[in-house]
């Protein structure tokens, strides 16, 4: 009964961060984050420009420019500037982390990680793969 229970919240958390994605600016891919800490939501991200740069996330020739903050670096340093701690806290995200996040993940101190969409590139859960974090892999419709 508790694994179903917290699979309703896995998945509910995964649409919230679907919506919260949808805030992004760019146009390749649009990637959302929450983080969830004691029943509680202690931070959202989206993929995006730092503060103070323009919205657009595209150079020219259609590639990601370089300076573009993924969904879950936006949450996690949304944290580090506030009283709280990833501790021990859930990272929900609607595409599973590049190899220079899963770093920020593992030594953030998350005990899990939910996500919706395997990321091209596995070499981030292949790291995530030798630390304790627990991996959940749960693809969600928009209309589930």
């Not at 029943?39 to 573009?68: A, L, Q, R």
């Amino acid at each position: 009964m508790k694994i179903d229970k917290q699979k309703k919240y896995d998945v509910t958390y995964l649409k919230m961060a679907q919506e919260w994605s949808k805030l992004s600016h760019c146009n390749r891919k649009k990637v959302g984050a929450l983080i969830v800490k004691d029943k509680m939501i202690i931070s959202d991200g989206y993929n995006g420009t730092p503060s103070g740069f323009d919205n657009c996330c595209e150079d020219e020739n259609g590639e990601t420019k370089w300076h573009v903050l993924h969904a879950e670096a936006n949450a996690i340093l949304k944290v580090a500037s506030s009283t709280q701690s990833c501790k021990n806290a859930t990272l929900y995200i609607t595409m599973s982390p590049c190899k220079n996040c899963s770093k920020l993940i593992h030594q953030a101190g998350f005990k899990r990680l939910v996500y919706s969409e395997a990321y091209k590139d596995t070499s981030g859960l292949d790291f995530l793969k030798q630390t304790n974090i627990e991996l959940i892999h749960l693809p969600i419709k928009n209309n589930e």
